[in-house]
């Protein structure tokens, strides 16, 4: 038992802490509006890091690597990243809003919550994750794993995931205090091209033959 738990645990921070549209949203949102906004990022994301754990766990999210669902899937979240990228390096070229005034972010996933939740939602790359990573769960508690089991793995992850999102939108609050309004700019800007690129870029290994 506590293996499972220390196992849900540990895949819960390698999950949220690698590198990817999550964090790169959440870095474009708190460098301009600090903890609140990259933190509501990181909490909407929670949304779709459940759905994918259960349909994981389930076994159904091998089901939609197969090609007439993962095509459209991979479109939807090819969008959402071109407007996010689009919408922060818009955002950066408008002068930073003063520290008195609350921060609104324009464009059509204006809410911080929002834009996490999609962008978990939408992301492929928690499909081939989940394919991977439900069955090797499945396989090591046996293939009729009673639900217990199940659950304690899933309370566990969700709470390293949690754990996580307090981290990362602590780091970004320390890292929007650090840096002068012109890095702030450039960091955001910057947050927007690679989100576009990794848009570009999906599409890409998408269509490759």
């Known amino acids: ?26 870095l474009r949102r708190g460098v301009r509006g600090g903890f609140g906004p990259a933190l509501a990022v990181q909490v909407g994301s929670l949304v779709g890091d459940a759905a994918w754990a259960v349909l994981g766990l389930a076994g159904a999210a091998a089901l939609l690597t197969q090609p007439q669902l993962h095509i459209p899937m991979t479109l939807i979240g090819c969008v959402v990243l071109l ?5 922060g390096i818009r955002d950066a070229l408008k002068p930073k809003a003063p520290q008195s005034e609350p921060v609104v972010t324009s464009g059509t996933l204006r809410g911080p919550l929002t834009a996490g939740a999609l962008l978990s939602l939408a992301s492929v790359w928690n499909v ?27 309370a566990a992850f969700m709470s390293s995931s949690i754990l996580w999102c307090f981290i990362c939108a602590g780091f970004i609050a320390g890292l ?16 927007g091209v690679a989100l576009v690129v990794m848009a570009v870029l999906l599409v890409l290994q998408s269509f490759e033959v």
């Open 1 to 26: 038992m506590i293996e499972l738990i220390l196992t849900g645990l540990w895949l819960g921070l390698v999950f949220n802490a690698a590198p990817g549209p999550i964090f790169t949203e959440s």
């Open 83 to 87: 407007l996010l990228g689009l919408q």
């Open 176 to 191: 929007r205090r650090a840096v002068s309004q012109l890095w702030t700019r450039i960091i955001e800007g910057g947050a």
């Open 128 to 154: 081939v994750y989940w394919a991977g990573a439900g069955g090797a769960v499945g396989g090591a508690l046996g293939e009729d794993a009673p639900l217990g089991p199940l659950m304690i793995f899933f």
